[in-house]
Structure formats: C-alpha cells, structure tokens
C-alpha cells in the first residue's frame, strides 16, 4: 500500500510558494530563478519518488503544482505583455484541457489515470522554455509559444488516443466478465 505522504511530496509543495512569489517578484534575474527552483523541484520529486516509491498524495499534487505554477507565472508574463491572450490559451492548452477532463472524469465518476508522456513531458520543457524566453525578452519568444502550442495539441493527441485504447480495453475486459 501508497504511503499517504513522502519527501518527494514536500518537495513538490515547494511549487506552490514559488507560485505565489513569482508575481510579487519584479526582477526578471529574480523570476528566473523562481523558474530555475521550480523546474528543479519538479525534476528532484520525480527522481525521489522513483528512488523511495510514490504517495497517493503525490499523484494529485504533483500535477497540481505543475499546473498551479505554470498558469500564475504565465498570467503574470501576459499581464506584462509579453504574450497576447491567444499565445497564453496556446501554450496552457495541455494543461488547461487536462483540468477539465480531470473534472470530467469526477464528474462522471470514471476516473482515469494516465501515465506521463514523452509529449506531456515535451510541453513542460517548452513551457519552461517559453517562460525563460519570455522574462529574458528574448526576440523570438512568441515563435517558442507558437512552437509550445503545436508540441501540446500533439500531446493532447497522443493522450487521447492512449485514452480511448484504455477505455475499448476496459469495455472490452468488462463485456467479456458479463458473459
């Protein structure tokens, strides 16, 4: 059995202060290191929960804080102007949809849980990228969201079909116990 609560859960929670500090943190030298440390922890929890196991906690908050922690410092990116409201809907798109099938699926009460990606896990890089791109001004960073936005609808894809070939496994699976 999960234990509830492990070291890599409290460094996932790290996340969440980083999540409200970033938009009081005017330096941009400052914000990348926010951005620096979140990323870290993010790579540091899932290393740790691979060496000493996961929790049932860390399964939720995980993503949570990733999400948590992308959508603050991408608003507070926008806000500034450094990217337009669509660029934003385009490179929170994977994390935006992955909110509300998670609420689809309580709703329903078929909760379904899918395994990271090498997509998913490619959009968090270029989100990353994108963020550092943005707060150093860099010249092409709306080309970076651009290039987020397409690596997400891929993603999104690629977890939709992964999806779908669960559940016609489930029905499948189901149908024959019925008979």
């Not at 926010?34 to 906690?57: C, F, K, N, P």
């Not at 990228?129 to 969201?145: F, G, K, M």
């Not at 999104?156 to 016609?168: E, H, I």
């Amino acid at each position: 059995m999960k234990r509830w609560v492990t070291t890599a859960d409290i460094v996932t929670a790290l996340r969440f202060p980083l999540a409200v500090l970033f938009p009081l943190v005017p330096s941009p030298g400052w914000q990348l290191a926010i951005v620096a440390t979140a990323a870290a922890s993010d790579m540091a929890d899932g290393v740790l929960a691979r060496r000493i196991g996961g929790s049932r906690a860390g399964a939720v908050l995980d993503p949570v804080a990733d999400k948590v922690f992308m959508a603050v410092a991408f608003l507070t990116i926008a806000h500034r102007g450094l990217l337009s409201w669509y660029e934003l809907l385009g490179v929170l798109l994977r994390d935006i949809l992955a909110v509300l099938a998670f609420l689809a699926t309580l709703l329903l009460r078929r909760p379904v849980a899918l395994p990271a990606r090498a997509g998913g896990k490619a959009v968090t890089i270029a989100q990353l990228l994108t963020l550092v791109a943005a707060i150093a001004d860099w010249t092409y960073t709306r080309h970076l969201a651009w290039a987020t936005a397409a690596i997400a609808v891929y993603a999104l894809w690629d977890y939709g079909r992964m999806a779908a070939r669960r559940s016609a496994r489930a029905a499948r699976s189901s149908s024959q116990r019925a008979h």
